[in-house]
């Protein structure tokens, strides 16, 4: 559903994203990992069309589309979705009314008629039971005030409403606590679908244990340089990213099989 | 394309209201003198004791200096060059309903999507039109007498209500207030007046639609609210204007008072014409309104929503005489293109335990330039006086400016007084966050500014809320669903 093809991206006149090749099947879950200031949420904002973020070359095709041609709120309609590594807060704007705007908007793109505020409240309800989450937060207004917590678990509810075909989940794990922890992962799991790809970028393996990818790639200075299983995670949680500049690329590269 | 050009672009907007009815106008030629007041009161038949109070009033213009002292452009006024009485030529005959106003009046109220008739029957508001300087087609007088209201023009009142008339104008803004002010009272022509007697909660909200036609015609607007003891009103003000290339100058003054357990909300949705892209042509806007919480226990509020006006200069204010009265001020002031507000409020703190808050929302888009001043004065008599102020400010692209002078003086140890700031520009980050939801940017804009502006909004009526969000849509982005 997804490939990116030597990708190349400058953000504030500085080359970030250096040649990045990555494959997503549909059904797919595939974790990121990667030091500080890789480039991981700069491969977020650059598939999501964030202004600032220039693609020098390389292509992205999704589900045969051109990705990179269409403006960011097309994107969105298209069924991409980016869970934001610091959800934005909207004052005075109801996290409702919000999401329904969305929604509605994506509707509209796609030719289907707008669901009215009776048939969107069935919808809510029904994407909070499969998160076990409250309905606290859905009367306040965007993230605002929210914990960090409570952010990302917005971000995970918005999600479930707006059904994408491929999430980028951009450090949706940072900063929860355990059971936090396991809502996210639980509502991920549930919203794992064959039609779904979807890219969690993550610092801990933890978050693995509870979601478990099907690939794990190393980001590191703008490219991918190992991918391997579930297992990959846990060699980095252990020895961290040193040993991949040494030698260790090879290794892995030739432990993945056929990727790259 | 580059975001901060489409913003922009979003923002630039044709004034929808702009056309020019053609209605033969009854209109003196310009110039002011002491002869020209006289053919006012003339024309409009006014007793002798209201000329004496226009001379008098000019006299004391005469001695006056334009305040210079706002953050403001301005360039200056020639008072000889505007014309200062207008009327439709129906004047002489005047419509008693709505079936004998002039259908070409009609049809401008249509253009404006004021249907007079229809709104102010579903809405149950009463509408007195001010068309230029003559009220036409006043509604449901008939319901409010019942109630024991009176809601006329001003004129009317003149000629009606004279005892009351007399003993209230003048007195919570005096002629001598300030320049404007001054004016005002030599040459005002017409506007509303509305008494409520002692224990009467107004049956209706009171709603005046004026705008202003005649080619260089100076509108002067008196408007006087009269609250008795214990009685309840909430009158609305909206006005939008055509199109022009002459600056035009206006000058209203408003006031409010209130007597003990009294309550005044007043609401007002200003749409003037702002100029052209560069500035040109648009409405300069010099406002004094002031209320007066004369009573113990009494309540004056006021919610505005500004987003016309080649210039704006208006400090709604409440004086806060009366022993637990309580003063509010609302505000969304929008500025775009070379607009440039200066706008505020003050409360006055004489009694005890009196309040007062302040909630201001500015919005600068493009060039526009909008100032806050706000003045909290405790006098030493006002134990425990409170006043909260919020004052916020979001900037749309890198041109606009915002500015914020809140003067706070205090004469009384037991005073509180709470003042909180914040400028934002409107986040790139925010846009984005709804771009990335599939929301497009348009919508985006305007659910963000209407977000900003929620505090204020909440505080006008149903009615008047949708109509200032539709409002401030237009302003930012043409027609937006
Ligand atoms: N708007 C921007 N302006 C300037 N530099 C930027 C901008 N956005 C990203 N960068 C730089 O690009 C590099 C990659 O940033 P990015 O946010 O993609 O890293 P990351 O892999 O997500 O890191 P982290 O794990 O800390 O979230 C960093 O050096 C960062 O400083
Ligand atoms: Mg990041």
């Known amino acids: 559903m997804l490939q990116i093809k030597n990708l190349h991206a400058k953000v504030a006149g500085k080359e970030i994203l250096k040649g990045l090749n990555l494959e997503l099947e549909a059904g797919e879950i595939h974790a990121i990992m990667g030091p500080n200031g890789a480039g991981k949420s700069t491969l977020g904002n650059v598939l999501a069309g964030r202004e600032g973020y220039e693609v020098t070359a390389g292509e992205v095709i999704f589900n045969g589309k051109n990705l990179l041609d269409l403006e960011p709120e097309e994107r969105a309609c298209e069924g991409v979705f980016l869970a934001f590594q610091y959800p934005v807060e909207i004052p005075g704007v109801n996290n409702t009314y919000f999401l329904r705007a969305a929604l509605n908007a994506q509707r509209k793109y796609r030719g289907e008629a707008e669901l009215d505020s009776v048939d969107f409240l069935r919808l809510v309800r029904e994407k909070l039971k499969i998160l076990d989450i409250g309905d606290k937060l859905l009367h306040r207004a965007v993230n605002e005030g929210f914990s960090g917590g409570e952010k990302k678990r917005n971000e995970i509810f918005q999600m479930a409403v707006l059904e994408p075909k491929l999430a980028v989940l951009d450090e949706t794990d940072s900063g929860l606590d355990i059971d936090a922890l396991k809502t996210v992962a639980t509502g991920v799991n549930r919203l794992r679908s064959p039609d779904r790809g979807m890219i969690v970028v993550t610092h801990y393996q933890r978050l693995l244990d509870y979601i478990v990818p099907d690939k794990v790639h190393v980001l590191a200075d703008g490219k991918l340089v190992a991918t391997g299983g579930a297992d990959l995670a846990l060699k980095l949680e252990e020895q961290g990213y040193a040993w991949l500049e040494d030698g260790g690329i090879q290794s892995l590269e030739l432990g993945a099989g056929d990727q790259q | 394309m580059s975001r901060e050009s489409t913003i922009d672009g979003l923002v630039e907007q044709k004034y929808r209201h702009g056309f020019v009815t053609d209605i033969e106008s009854d209109t003196m030629p310009p110039g002011l003198s002491e002869e020209v007041i006289r053919a006012i009161s003339i024309r409009k038949n006014e ?435």
């Open chain 2, 47 to 481: 007793p002798e004791w209201l000329l004496e109070w226009r001379l008098k009033a000019y006299a004391t213009w005469l001695k006056m200096e334009q305040p210079n002292w706002a953050h403001l452009n301005i360039e200056e006024i020639d008072f000889q060059k505007i014309s200062y009485f207008s009327s439709p030529k129906s004047d002489k005959d005047r419509p008693q309903s709505l079936d004998e106003v002039d259908p070409k009046l009609l049809e401008t109220y249509d253009k404006l999507g004021v249907p007079l008739h229809e709104r102010a029957r579903l809405a149950g508001v009463a509408v007195d039109a001010v068309f230029d300087s003559v009220s036409v087609g006043t509604t449901f007088k008939a319901e409010l007498r019942k109630a024991g209201v009176i809601f006329c023009s001003f004129s009317e009142a003149v000629a009606e209500h004279p005892e009351l008339v007399k003993k209230y104008l003048g007195s919570v803004v005096p002629q001598r207030d300030n320049f404007f002010a001054a004016l005002n009272s030599a040459v005002f022509t017409d506007g509303s007046f509305v008494f409520i007697p002692r224990g009467v909660r107004c049956p209706m909200e009171l709603s005046t639609y004026f705008r202003i036609n005649a080619a260089e015609t100076g509108q002067f607007e008196r408007t006087l609210i009269v609250a008795e003891e214990g009685s309840h009103v909430s009158y609305l003000e909206g006005c939008t204007a055509p199109m022009r290339d002459e600056n035009q100058l206006h000058a209203a003054v408003v006031e409010l008072i209130a007597l003990e357990d009294a309550n005044i909300k007043y609401s007002t949705v200003q749409n003037w014409y702002p100029g052209d892209e560069n500035g040109k042509g648009g409405i300069y806007n010099f406002v004094t309104k002031r209320g007066d919480c004369r009573g113990d226990r009494s309540r004056i509020s006021w919610t505005q929503v500004e987003t016309g006006s080649a210039i704006t200069w208006k400090y709604p204010s409440c004086v806060l005489r009366g022993d637990d009265s309580v003063g509010e001020f609302y505000s969304v002031a929008l500025t775009s293109n070379y607009q440039q507000a200066d706008t505020g409020t003050k409360m006055v703190h004489l009694g005890r335990n009196t309040r007062s808050k302040i909630i201001s929302k500015g919005i600068s888009a493009m060039q526009g330039q909008n100032a806050y001043r706000g003045l909290v004065k405790v006098s030493p008599k006002a134990d425990n006086a409170r006043n909260y102020t919020q004052c916020d400010s979001m900037l749309i692209g890198k041109k606009c400016g915002a500015h914020t002078f809140p003067y706070i003086e205090v004469r009384n140890p037991t005073a509180k007084v709470e003042h909180e700031a914040t400028t934002s520009r409107i986040g790139e980050d925010q846009l984005f966050y709804c771009l990335q939801r599939g929301i497009s940017e348009e919508d985006a804009v305007s659910m963000i500014v209407d977000g900003f502006c929620k505090q204020v909004f909440k505080e006008l009526p149903m009615e008047f809320a949708v109509e200032a969000k539709a409002l401030l849509e237009v302003s930012l982005e043409g027609a937006v669903g």
